[in-house]
């Protein structure tokens, strides 16, 4: 991976060193793997976006970091270096299917009472369902979420922003990034309220800092297979052939509908018009035959 190895993490350099962290064993992203194959042809602002995904660090959600370097032990009165280790945390199917905020379920071991053996437990957060509504996509979804979620949609003053902010390390839902794509589109085609310019351009103005070329969009919050399967279905579409007939036959009717047939003319009688659509289409269909005869 010499293309993108100043972009990964030291611990993933290599696929002999190869060690996730908690948070990473559900992507199963390999950063070698963006040096070969089909891998390396993807768009380099997706393949970035993914290191990155796989070298930043989640906000703590289920455990506080201590600040500074060292510590005094409080028995022996030693300074201690200070290690701050994340809890592994794991992300169901269901996580994808909803917001959790950053909320797992965790695996651990409790006792009732002291004199008790440790009986292995679950934590699973409580979810609920409720419904919100997108402004740049002006529809209502119900949506399975926990409370953290909520709390931090109104941190955000609203779900759109919550979405756009968010990054994807710390979003953890694929329904999330999905909602995100889908309303960065709609922002850069200028798609919302098409029957009311004035709340299109209002919508526009009060998100327009986040949004991103159409071409990058287009990627944004794509897993690795449905990035490999977009890429070459698009490279199947290059290779497929066309025959110049029908591309003429397009920019024909084209320039009919849009009026620059007409341009020279001030005046074309029915019957006229429909002969010069014929010579035209003639020619075109000699020209090739030439051009297969040659």
Same mark, same amino acid.
């Given at each position: 991976?010499?293309?993108?190895?100043?972009?990964?993490?030291?611990?993933?350099?290599?696929?002999?060193?190869?060690?996730?962290?908690?948070?990473?064993?559900?992507?199963?992203?390999?950063?070698?793997?963006?040096?070969?194959?089909?891998?390396?042809? %993807?768009?380099?602002?997706?393949?970035?976006?993914?290191?990155?995904?796989?070298?930043?660090?989640?906000?703590?959600?289920?455990?506080?970091?201590?600040? *500074?370097?060292?510590?005094?032990?409080?028995?022996?009165?030693?300074?201690?270096?200070?290690?701050?280790?994340?809890?592994?945390?794991?992300?169901?199917?269901?996580?994808?299917?909803?917001?959790?905020?950053? @909320?797992?379920?965790?695996?651990?071991?409790?006792?009732?009472?002291?004199?008790?053996?440790?009986?292995?437990?679950?934590?699973?957060?409580?979810?609920?369902?409720?419904?919100?509504?997108?402004?740049?996509?002006?529809?209502?979804?119900?949506?399975?979420?926990?409370?953290?979620?909520?709390?931090?949609?109104?941190?955000?003053? *609203?779900?759109?922003?919550?979405?756009?902010?968010?990054?994807?390390?710390?979003?953890?839902?694929?329904?999330?990034?999905?909602?995100?794509?889908?309303?960065?589109?709609?922002?850069?085609?200028?798609?919302?309220?098409?029957?009311?310019?004035?709340?299109?351009?209002?919508?526009?103005?009060?998100?327009?800092?986040?949004?991103?070329?159409?071409?990058?969009?287009?990627?944004? *919050? %794509?897993?690795?297979?449905?990035?490999?399967?977009?890429?070459?279905?698009?490279?199947?579409?290059?290779?497929?052939?066309?025959?110049?007939?029908?591309?003429?036959?397009?920019?024909?009717?084209?320039?009919?509908?849009?009026?620059?047939?007409?341009?020279?003319? @001030?005046?074309?009688?029915?019957?006229? %018009?429909?002969?010069?659509?014929?010579?035209?289409?003639?020619?075109?269909?000699?020209?090739?035959?030439?051009?297969?005869?040659?």
């Amino acid at each position: 991976m010499s293309k993108w190895k100043h972009l990964a993490p030291p611990w993933a350099a290599t696929q002999y060193k190869y060690w996730p962290p908690a948070w990473m064993k559900h992507e199963k992203i390999r950063p070698w793997r963006f040096d070969k194959g089909v891998y390396a042809r %993807l768009p380099g602002h997706y393949i970035k976006r993914k290191l990155e995904l796989v070298s930043r660090e989640p906000i703590p959600v289920h455990w506080r970091p201590v600040q *500074g370097k060292y510590k005094i032990h409080p028995r022996t009165g030693e300074r201690v270096r200070i290690q701050n280790v994340a809890i592994p945390v794991m992300y169901p199917k269901e996580a994808d299917q909803g917001l959790w905020g950053g @909320e797992g379920v965790i695996k651990g071991y409790r006792k009732k009472k002291i004199k008790n053996r440790w009986i292995p437990s679950w934590w699973v957060p409580t979810i609920r369902k409720r419904v919100l509504y997108s402004e740049i996509l002006d529809r209502w979804m119900e949506i399975t979420m926990t409370e953290r979620a909520m709390m931090l949609i109104d941190d955000a003053y *609203g779900f759109d922003f919550y979405i756009l902010k968010t990054h994807e390390t710390d979003l953890k839902s694929q329904l999330g990034m999905d909602l995100k794509r889908e309303m960065l589109l709609t922002l850069v085609r200028k798609s919302m309220y098409p029957d009311n310019p004035e709340k299109q351009q209002k919508i526009y103005n009060k998100y327009k800092k986040f949004i991103v070329p159409e071409y990058e969009a287009e990627w944004i *919050g %794509l897993s690795l297979e449905d990035a490999v399967k977009k890429k070459l279905a698009m490279e199947e579409k290059r290779r497929t052939p066309v025959a110049l007939q029908d591309i003429y036959t397009e920019e024909l009717v084209e320039s009919l509908q849009s009026g620059e047939f007409f341009k020279d003319q @001030e005046q074309v009688k029915p019957k006229k %018009l429909w002969e010069k659509i014929k010579l035209l289409v003639f020619e075109d269909t000699k020209e090739t035959d030439e051009k297969k005869k040659r």
